[in-house]
């Protein structure tokens, strides 16, 4: 499983949008230890996952989509995990740069998406 570049989020199908808020509450609830995903390594901090999961949570808002809503809560890791102790607010992913979105947009070209009308 990958994180598709931040601002992919609102193109993203369905599919893929609801598997990418299960990837980030895997991150928040293991503390992403199990070793590294493309678009995001073990040194990112989990500020900028917890950023980047709230993306995701509002394109899920746009989209009518129902979850339980204290993912919104920056310090939550799920119903049955201790809360992080200090969470710092990120403005971005830094693994996100503009390498890495061409990187993701050709994956989703492969993929069949049309994304002829881009504007970042």
């Known amino acids: 499983m990958r994180l598709w570049h931040y601002k992919l989020i609102p193109i993203l199908d369905d599919k893929r949008l609801i598997k990418q808020h299960c990837e980030c509450c ?28 709230l993306k995701i949570l509002k394109e899920m808002d746009n989209r009518g989509f129902r979850y339980d809503k204290n993912w919104h809560i920056w310090l939550w890791r799920g119903k049955n995990m201790a809360n992080f102790l200090e969470v710092k607010n990120a403005e971005s992913v830094k693994c996100h740069d503009s390498q890495y979105l061409e990187a993701c947009i050709e994956r989703l070209k492969i993929k069949g998406y049309e994304l002829t009308a881009l504007n970042f």
Not at 45 to 51: A, N, P, Q, R
């Open 26 to 53: 895997a991150f928040r609830k293991n503390l992403y230890q199990k070793g590294n995903y493309p678009g995001c390594s073990k040194d990112t901090d989990i500020s900028e996952i917890v950023w980047y999961h």
